[in-house]
């Protein structure tokens, strides 16, 4: 059987060459897909064709800049769920891209010699289209030199509500119920709760899934007895449904003082002078 060569092929068009991507979850799950019309054995791992994934144009720079890209699938029951990604956990999955010839798994040749690496990087922002298409951006780890990784002063606060430096319980600001009204995936009511307007915007609802394990969502806003979340219930709502929401804050000095009178703990600066104080006439 013909071995590889990987010069000879890249200079035939058009090319035998197709992409793979090897995509490890923070749950250490791993999935591996292709581009390729019949799955791929590659170091006795399956890179299955099943799954509509593509990347747009990659590209590789010699200097400090973000060289990120783009990869579009299709949501299926086997592999990438909706419900997954919703749940956050391809959130800063690890992902591995690279070319290997359609027919690698037919060559005797097998070894990191035959396969062309491409990139590595994390899975940032994902897009959902529709019910079956998502878009996720893929940030190469020059990315992470862009973040601010050093305290700044601010307006707001800095903290998490009720974390350490915030210093507050979060049950002492959370409220239970049982939803009575569905309006639809990501809004519904609870009649029964006498909490005023705004007192979850921008709060955390708990709910637990079939498996008994807890979700968390975030809260849009709360207004005449109606939850609204951000984005659509990882879990099917009903009627009945057990809840707890956790009152939002908005991190101002404002409602730190008058809503949780925690203004001692307040991590920000907001009474520092900022640039119209600075070009203000006298």
Known sequence: MREINFQENLSQSP??????????????????????????????????????????AIEENCNIS??????????????????????????????????????????????QKNIIFLKRG????????????????????LQIAEQHITKRYSLNCRANFCDKKCGLNIW????SGR????????????SDNNKKDGYFDYGILILLDENQNLIQQNIKFYINKTFELATPSKIDLEVGTYY???AGCDKSA??????FKNIVNFRGEPYIPGMEKVYKKN
């Open 254 to 259: 404002k409602m730190c003082i008058e809503r």
């Open 66 to 111: 973000v060289d990120n890209f783009d990869v579009e699938g299709i949501l299926e029951s086997d592999y990438i769920t909706q419900r997954d990604i919703l749940s956050g956990l391809y959130d800063k999955a690890s992902i591995e891209v690279f070319l290997v010839d359609v027919n690698y798994s037919l060559h005797t040749n097998q070894n």
């Open 15 to 56: 090319t035998n060459l197709v992409l793979c991507w090897k995509v490890t979850r923070r749950d250490d799950k791993s999935f591996y897909f292709t581009e390729a019309t019949q799955d791929i054995m590659i170091e006795n791992i399956i890179y299955t064709s099943s799954t509509g994934l593509r990347s747009s």
């Open 244 to 246: 707890t929401a956790v």
């Open 179 to 190: 939803i009575t009204k569905i309006i639809d995936r990501k809004t519904f009511q609870d």
């Open 122 to 141: 994390y899975i940032g922002a994902i897009k959902l289209i529709g019910e079956n298409k998502f878009i996720a951006e893929v940030n190469g780890f």
């Open 172 to 175: 002492d600001f959370s409220s």
